[in-house]
């Protein structure tokens, strides 16, 4: 009876623990789901070995490897122009508990090399009995052609994509700040085209613009630096 009783107990246990098993896996492929659907990139890692742990399927996609493949790898490994150091540095307040979150804005590399900009928020996760960490990266590719296109519109002229006005007195300005400081001389000459007007009268603004485009040509060509 003692025998029955102790393989009864025993049975009882197991299938509490299977019954936790599956309620555990169904939790972590639910997890999985909403990871996966997810418009962000999202890996978790270990924060003594750094060591990749989790990625979803958007990260996967866009870095170019495999979930066996990212799991050999660390932050380090995709992120571009950094070191342990700082990136310890960023992550160790996480771990101590005085800080919730911490921000990074780079480059993340691909497998093939390119790179894109990424702005990540790294939170702490609890899992025992590792401490990790969670990566929420967002790809801002389109926010930083689109910021690069407004300079480029307001700093440049759109027709000849020389600087402007705003880009020439904010130079002087910068020009003029540093001449002092490092005893260089500051010249600054004016050229103006005779009879322009004529030009766009006679032969219209397409006539005017392809002649500021030719001038313009003629100026980079005679002030661009001769390789040696």
């Known amino acids: 009876q003692t025998l029955v009783s102790r393989t009864r107990d025993d049975l009882g246990e197991l299938n509490q623990g299977y019954r936790k098993l599956k309620v555990q896996k169904k939790k972590t492929s639910s997890l999985n789901r909403i990871l996966d659907d997810t418009t962000n990139e999202i890996y978790t890692f270990d924060h003594s070995s750094l060591k990749i742990s989790q990625m979803n399927k958007r990260s ?6 495999t979930l066996d493949e990212v799991k050999q790898l660390t932050p380090l490994d995709i992120l571009a122009e950094t070191n342990e150091e700082s990136i310890r540095k960023l992550l160790n307040p996480l771990v101590a508990e005085s800080q919730t979150q911490a921000a990074f804005e780079g480059r993340q590399t691909r497998k093939d090399g390119t790179t894109y900009p990424v702005e990540i ?3 702490f996760m609890e899992a025992e009995p590792r401490i990790n960490l969670v990566a929420i990266v ?3 590719s389109e926010r930083v052609k689109m910021e690069r296109k407004i300079r480029q519109l ?3 002229d759109h027709l000849t994509s020389l600087p402007n006005r705003n880009s020439l007195l904010e130079d002087i300005q910068i020009l003029e700040k540093n001449s002092g400081l490092d005893n260089i001389r500051l010249g600054l000459f004016h050229i103006d085209m005779d009879e322009f007007k004529r030009v766009n009268d006679s032969l219209g603004h397409q006539g005017g613009d392809i002649l500021l485009k030719e001038v313009c040509k003629r100026l980079k060509d005679e002030f661009s630096p001769v390789a040696n």
């Open 60 to 65: 996967l996609n866009n870095l170019g490897y």
């Open 121 to 123: 928020r790294f939170q």
């Open 138 to 140: 967002h790809d801002i």
């Open 154 to 156: 307001a700093y440049f």
